[in-house]
């Protein structure tokens, strides 16, 4: 039986702070295999991603609440762009 007296809270509150979590760990993340060559990607490298692709974003004056379309085939860069 747990005791809940004991248990710690998760500081987590969301995927996000999960994300932030691994962003600078050099451990594989994710394995993607194109049909002519397999390509890794760490955690930090997705990390870069992730914030490269936002800057972008603001940088384009597209703000919280604006409508955005992404359109392309299915690539690991999804990830990132989530």
């Keep these: ?23 600078g760990s050099p451990t594989e993340f994710l394995q993607y295999d194109s049909g002519y060559r397999n390509w890794k990607y760490t955690y930090a490298q997705v990390s870069f991603a992730a914030h490269h692709f936002a800057a972008q ?25 989530f």
């Design 1 to 23: 039986m747990l005791n809940n007296d004991r248990v710690q809270p998760v500081a987590r509150q969301n995927l996000v702070d999960l994300f932030r979590e691994f962003s």
């Design 57 to 81: 974003l603001k940088d384009s004056n597209i703000r919280k609440g604006d409508k955005v379309i992404f359109w392309s085939e299915n690539r690991p860069e999804w990830i990132a762009a």
